[in-house]
């Protein structure tokens, strides 16, 4: 049976171990289209463009990466509509945790969480 996602599943679901062996080996490179794909998730699920790359990208170097940190924790907002909206487990705090991280320089455990979270998303929903 095929289940229908707003995202196709596999698209959305990503290895997060291989997410993290191929930021680290690109020297990040991989982190850039990691967080692409992310946004582009998220747009789906949330049925809108809230997410833009290229806006992310240029403001992030434009503001020094404040609005790097800002957008995490816009994407941990993001990511609790998705699960209120689809009835799945909240993570109450999400939005905090990413910005935190962020702000502390651990970008990429903040993209490993949320991605750990939009991976969820696929379970809970062949669960709902």
């Known amino acids: 049976m095929i289940k229908e996602y707003p995202y196709p599943e596999y698209e959305g679901r990503r290895s997060i171990g291989l997410g993290i062996l191929l930021t680290l080996i690109t020297c990040g490179i991989y982190g850039l289209y990691w967080q692409y794909k992310q946004m582009e998730i998220l747009n789906a699920w949330l049925g809108s463009n809230e997410f833009s790359f290229?806006?992310?990208?240029?403001?992030?170097?434009?503001?020094?990466?404040?609005?790097?940190?800002?957008?995490?924790?816009?994407?941990?907002?993001?990511?609790?509509?998705?699960?209120?909206?689809?009835?799945?487990?909240?993570?109450?705090?999400?939005?905090?945790?990413?910005?935190?991280?962020t702000l502390f320089g651990l970008g990429l455990v903040t993209t490993a969480i949320q991605q750990h979270h939009i991976n969820n998303f696929y379970t809970e929903r062949a669960n709902v």
């Open 54 to 101: 290229w806006k992310w990208f240029f403001l992030s170097i434009i503001t020094c990466g404040i609005y790097a940190i800002y957008n995490e924790y816009k994407m941990g907002q993001s990511i609790n509509t998705v699960q209120s909206k689809n009835n799945f487990f909240v993570t109450s705090n999400l939005s905090i945790i990413c910005l935190l991280l």
